[in-house]
């Protein structure tokens, strides 16, 4: 079992920052996927961000060159830097793991991950 806990969402304005950190509990951090997903009214749940077991990063193209994902794994935690903020990256913000089990990914199904937090609000004022 992995649970995970969202934070550091809020209100800024266009064009500003964020960091979000999931903290994990759990011995299976180091040898799980994780990703950013975010989901917003009337719309739904999106991929934003992964990071596999052997250390490579996928973004989605709608935050490519504007969203840093990366993890701690001496800490637990998966952390996501978000630069150049807009209004439509208003959504709230959830922390994901795939199961150890878990070969194959595409990386961007939300079906892929078996574990959530229970999301962090972001909202961007423009």
């Known amino acids: 079992q992995v649970q995970l806990v969202e934070s550091g969402g809020g209100l800024v304005q266009t064009g500003g920052s964020l960091r979000l950190s999931c903290a994990a509990s759990?011995?299976?951090?180091?040898?799980?996927?994780m990703g950013w997903f975010r989901q917003a009214p009337g719309k739904e749940r999106e991929f934003v961000a992964a990071?596999?077991?052997?250390?490579?990063?996928y973004y989605a193209d709608s935050v490519k060159g504007r969203f840093t994902i990366s993890r701690d794994n001496a800490k637990n935690t998966l952390n996501l830097r978000m630069n150049s903020l807009k209004p439509e990256d208003t959504a709230v913000y959830y922390c994901?793991?795939?199961?150890?089990?878990?070969?194959?990914?595409?990386?961007?199904?939300?079906?892929?991950?078996?574990?959530w937090g229970p999301g962090t609000q972001v909202t961007v004022s423009s």
């Open positions: 994901a793991a795939g199961s150890v089990e878990r070969v194959h990914y595409t990386y961007e199904g939300a079906g892929e991950y078996d574990y």
């Open positions: 759990g011995r299976t951090f180091i040898r799980s996927t």
């Open positions: 990071f596999s077991r052997s250390g490579n990063t």
